[in-house]
C-alpha cells in the first residue's frame, strides 16, 4: 500500500487490464472491418443505428451525444462527417428553433442496412463466439451493475 492507496491484487489487475484489452481490440477490429467493407467507421455506424432504433428515425443532437457516450461537441463533430458524406441530415424544430435533429438519408439508411450485417458477424465472430448461453448471462448481469 501507497500512503493511503490500496493497490489492485494480481486478480483485480488482470480483470481490469483485460476488459481494457478486450474493448480495445474489439473495438479497432470492428472498426477496421466496417471502415474495409463500407468506408465507414465503427463510431459512424453507431450514430446510424441509434438514428435508425429512434422514433421518428432521427433524434436531438444532445440525446444522439448521450446515446453514442460522445461529448456534444464530438457528436457535432461526428454528424458533420456525416452530412458532408450525405449519409446524414439536420432537421430544425419547429417548435424549438434552438433544437436540431439528425436523421439518415436513405443513402445513410441504405448503408447502415448493409453495414448491420457486416457488424453483426463481427460482433458474434470476434466476441460472442467465445461465450456460452450461460456466460452471455452472467456477463449481461454483470454490465447491468454499471447501468
Known sequence: ???????????????????????????????AELESAHGISLSAYEVLLLLHEAPERRLRMSELAESALLSLSGMTRLVDRLVRAGL?????????????????????????????????RGVRERFLAHFSDADLTRLDRYWRRFA
Not at 500512503?3 to 472498426?31: C, F, P, Q, Y
Not at 439518415?104 to 457488424?119: D, M, V, Y
Open 88 to 120: 446524414v441530415e439536420r432537421e430544425r424544430c419547429l417548435a424549438d428553433r434552438r433544437v436540431t435533429y439528425a436523421r439518415p438519408t436513405r443513402a445513410g439508411s441504405a448503408l447502415f442496412k448493409a453495414a448491420r450485417t457486416t457488424h453483426l
Open 1 to 31: 500500500m501507497q500512503g493511503n492507496v490500496k493497490l489492485l491484487s494480481e486478480l483485480e489487475i488482470g480483470a481490469w487490464r483485460g476488459l481494457l484489452r478486450a474493448h480495445a481490440t474489439l473495438v479497432r477490429e470492428l472498426d
